[in-house]
């Protein structure tokens, strides 16, 4: 299982439309609202890299309002 954090840009004003579109997308764990350079911030998860990256760019990036997003993938260190 592979996870990662996705911070989302958005249109002024569309925070919470858009947090609240994500919540609903198959394989996101969490859509929350933050204040600082990112809007939202969503935690996700899938089987494979290849996964997380079609649900990143095909269902994350393709809702309406996101200027940018910026993937961040959680490592295990030991």
């Given at each position: ?50 996964e997380l990256?079609?649900?990143?760019v095909a ?5 309406l309002g ?13």
């Amino acid at each position: 299982m592979v996870q990662a954090y996705i911070l989302v840009q958005t249109e002024v004003g569309k925070s919470a439309a858009v947090a609240g579109e994500i919540s609903g997308i198959p394989g996101v764990i969490s859509a929350e609202d933050v204040t600082g350079p990112y809007d939202v911030i969503v935690r996700a998860e899938a089987d494979t890299v290849d996964e997380l990256g079609q649900l990143v760019v095909a269902r994350v990036q393709g809702v309406l309002g996101i200027t940018r997003t910026l993937t961040c993938p959680v490592v295990k260190l030991v």
